[in-house]
């Protein structure tokens, strides 16, 4: 989960900068350090015209080097039209996706060293995906400052999310874990209900927050009838239980999402 919500962001993040860049930097022409990659598929991605735009501007590179990565899933040629795009300006938005392409080539190394190359250029976006970086890479205390930066800057609930589940299941502190979950809720970031309903159900045993948790999701990302059969089916939660989870999140403060909707439980 904390992957596919990655890469939302990483697309929405990609959208953002090429509007941008179209916007401010449409005149500027750059000399590239690194000869410009072959045109390889471009012509099969309807590219061809960009290939030869990308001479001295590295906003048609990038947009190439994201075709590659997620139409293609060839991070190898992403990252050399990335790393082309940067030879003719250090921009931190471009470090940033190179660090994403190394980041799924598992060339942890290689990747910290471009997302911190994106941090020093003041593009925060990349201390989440630093953090993702060294989690994957099992070092957890960076992980962790990296991701408690990202909440302090950008106040981004995927950060507060995989910080809840780090103390969760990785370096175990269970109070530090609901602090963490609460925060990436009090963000609206939804993903994060779920994630809490597994660590009540899992780590804490306590079916009456983790059903809350979950029918608070009903008819946003979730419908009734899927999160019944993870209560009922998969977590065998007793129907009262599921009950007192629903009065708790119609009553409590600590959900902002709430689902006032009728459970229709025997």
């Known amino acids: 989960m904390t992957k596919t919500i990655l890469k939302i962001f990483f697309i929405t993040s990609l959208i953002m900068l090429l509007t941008a860049c179209n916007e401010n930097n449409q005149n500027d022409k750059f000399t590239p350090k690194l000869k410009k990659p072959d045109s390889g598929k471009t ?21 190439i080097g994201y075709a590659y990565s997620e139409e293609l899933h060839d991070y190898e040629k992403a990252l050399e039209w990335y790393k082309y795009a940067d030879s003719m300006i250090p921009l931190g938005e471009n470090s940033y996706f190179a660090c994403y ?4 080539l598992k060339r942890y190394d290689e990747a910290i060293s471009w997302c911190q190359k994106a941090i020093d250029l003041k593009w925060d976006k990349a201390l989440s995906l630093i953090g993702t970086i060294y989690e994957d890479s099992k070092d957890y205390d960076s992980a962790i400052k990296y991701y408690k930066l990202s909440f302090e800057k950008l106040k981004d609930g995927l950060s507060a999310n995989n910080l809840g589940y780090l103390y969760s299941t990785k370096v175990i502190n269970y109070e530090k874990a609901e602090e963490w979950y609460k925060k990436a809720i009090s963000q609206n970031h939804y993903s994060s209900y ?32 899927s999160v019944l059969k993870v209560l009922q089916d998969e977590w ?31």
Not at 101 to 104: F, N, P, S
Not at 236 to 253: R, V, W
């Open 43 to 63: 012509r099969e991605l309807g590219l061809i015209g960009l290939w030869h735009n990308a001479d001295n501007d590295p906003i048609p590179a990038m947009k």
């Open 101 to 104: 392409a190394l980041q799924k």
């Open 194 to 225: 779920s994630s809490f309903a597994t660590f009540y159900h899992d780590d804490k045993k306590d079916d009456v927050k983790a059903s809350a948790y979950s029918i608070a999701l009903i008819d946003t990302k979730y419908t009734k009838s």
């Open 236 to 266: 065998n939660i007793p129907n009262e239980t599921i009950k007192k989870g629903y009065e708790l999140q119609l009553t409590s403060d600590d959900f902002p999402l709430k689902y006032k909707g009728k459970l229709n439980l025997e």
